[in-house]
Structure formats: structure tokens, C-alpha cells
């Protein structure tokens, strides 16, 4: 079994930043890409940012793209987000999510290629 646990939520008023993580258990994190995604409330859940098992690779939705950055740090089994200039529409519930395969990173902005999802944290921004 694989555990997830996100933190770093909370209410930003517009133009801050929050760092969110998620710590990792059960199997070998660093073998794993993961990701990040959200939802907001009468809306479908939606990929936010993705990091290949190294940390080489990054990918972002265009909607954060040059404000947020996912990172990690395999020795911790942790992966972060760093969300800078936040708006409103960053409002949600954000969730960590761990790859399902080994060494792939394939179709990363697509939920279905996730095994493991965290219970969220709210991050609620505020005009």
C-alpha cells in the first residue's frame, strides 16, 4: 500500500504564495513520477503539474505554468508545489498523486495513470 499526505493549505489572498507537500509511503518513491491536481467546487478534477521519478522532467497545465513549480526530493520521499502569484481561480482542493508504473511518465496529465491519491488539502485564494 501506498500512503500520500499533502499540507501546506490554507487561505491566500491574491498575489500570495503557498508551498504545498506531500510525503510518501509504501514503496520505493523514487522509482515513481507523481503529480498534482485539483478541484474546484461543481468541477472536475484537473491536472495541474507532473515530476518524472528523477525530477528532470516537469510538466505544468498551462493555466500555472510560470507561477507554480512542482519539485522533489527522493531522499525525503517528498514532492512539493510552489505556487507563486495565486489567483482566485487557484482556489480548490489540491491532491498528490503517485504514478502507476515504474519509470514512465506517460500521458502524466491524464488522472486515470494514477494509482495512489492523498485526501487533499484545501488551498482557497481570496480577491
Known amino acids: 500500500q501506498v500512503q500520500l499526505v499533502e499540507s501546506g493549505g490554507g487561505l491566500v489572498q491574491a498575489g500570495g504564495s503557498l508551498r504545498l507537500s506531500c510525503a510518501a509511503s509504501?514503496?520505493?518513491?523514487?522509482?515513481?513520477?507523481m503529480g498534482w491536481f485539483r478541484q474546484a467546487p461543481g468541477k472536475e478534477r484537473e491536472f495541474v503539474a507532473a515530476?518524472?521519478?528523477?525530477?528532470?522532467?516537469?510538466y505544468y497545465a498551462d493555466s500555472v505554468k510560470g507561477r507554480f513549480t512542482i519539485s522533489r526530493d527522493n531522499a525525503k520521499k517528498t514532492v512539493y508545489l510552489q505556487m507563486n502569484s495565486l489567483k482566485p481561480e487557484d482556489t480548490a482542493v489540491y491532491y498528490c498523486?503517485?504514478?502507476?508504473?515504474?519509470?514512465?511518465?506517460?500521458?502524466?496529465?491524464?488522472?486515470?495513470?494514477?494509482?495512489?491519491w492523498g485526501q487533499g488539502t484545501q488551498v482557497t485564494v481570496s480577491s
Open positions: 498523486a503517485a504514478y502507476r508504473s515504474v519509470y514512465n511518465i506517460g500521458d502524466y496529465y491524464s488522472s486515470d495513470e494514477y494509482d495512489y
Open positions: 509504501g514503496r520505493t518513491f523514487s522509482s515513481y513520477a
Open positions: 515530476i518524472s521519478w528523477g525530477g528532470v522532467n516537469t
